[in-house]
């Protein structure tokens, strides 16, 4: 069984809900969107995207998010906005979609043999569930669809953890 078909029948692949997020996350935004891709076969990393995002109400970072973040003022003043930096992200993707002939599975149907399967993986729904989610629409910014569906390893975790599964082997 294909290892995103039988994550999505765990319920560990995440969608973007159709009602709208609940909650308001308050002050948080992105300041940093990083993205690599990474080969399961081979365990090597095969690209990378980095961008620092410009905060734009709120363009002077606070202590405390300086201290969790490590990111430094000059380093998001150097950024560019949400929206360049999913324009940027946007981009990228495609360019290694076609370099790598990887392709982004909506649905349970099976590629062809020609091209490989890739998904987010992210440790939680935070970044792509609620704060992408919430600044896009708050921004009135398209969010990419390839964005709406991921791998949740904190759930994948919880529950290979609970079928008393080695926390490191997760299939």
Not at 76 to 92: A, R, T
Request: charged residues 25%; positive net charge; glycine residues 6%.
């Amino acid at each position: 069984m294909a290892t995103k078909r039988l994550a999505r029948r765990l319920g560990l692949i995440r969608r973007k809900s159709v009602a709208p997020a609940s909650g308001n996350p308050g002050r948080s935004r992105f300041i940093e969107f990083p993205a690599v891709l990474l080969s399961t076969a081979t365990g090597e990393i095969e690209s990378e995207f980095h961008a620092y995002v410009q905060p734009q109400e709120h363009p002077i970072l606070s202590e405390f998010c300086t201290e969790l973040t490590g990111i430094k003022q000059v380093q998001v003043d150097e950024g560019v906005p949400l929206k360049i930096c999913l324009s940027q992200f946007c981009k990228w993707i495609h360019k290694i979609q076609q370099q790598k002939k990887i392709v982004f599975t909506t649905g349970d149907s099976e590629p062809s043999s020609e091209v490989k399967l890739c998904a987010f993986v992210t440790w939680s729904d935070w970044d792509l569930g609620v704060c992408l989610e919430y600044e896009c629409r708050r921004k009135q910014l398209l969010k990419p669809v390839f964005l709406n569906s991921w791998i949740d390893l904190r759930a994948t975790y919880k529950v290979r953890s609970k079928m008393g599964a080695c926390s490191l082997c997760f299939w």
